[in-house]
């Protein structure tokens, strides 16, 4: 592309396999799972994450590696009981 006589070149966002910073759409996408899943696991501690502008909250490609590096595989045939912290609607 042109401007004035000036070449401009535009990239495409990089994409969130390639990203540092992930928002928590992009964490929810990749662990097949809800927003609301997400910031439980960030609650809990269980899953990292920065605030940007005191505001914005991204994880940390790096801490999201590692949460899912951490998981243990379920056993076919066996019952997978989740390992988030109860929410309060089923006590």
Do not use: F
């Amino acid at each position: 592309m042109t401007n004035g006589g000036n070449v401009v070149t535009t990239s495409a966002p990089a994409s969130p396999a390639t990203r540092t910073l992930l928002s928590v759409p992009d964490v929810a996408r990749e662990l097949g799972c809800g927003r609301d899943t997400v910031y439980v696991l960030i609650g809990s501690g269980q899953l990292s994450s920065v605030r940007i502008a005191g505001r914005l909250r991204r994880i940390r490609r790096s801490d999201l590696d590692a949460y899912i590096d951490g998981l243990v595989p379920s056993r076919p045939g066996a019952h997978a009981e989740a390992s988030l912290p109860p929410t309060g609607s089923d006590q």
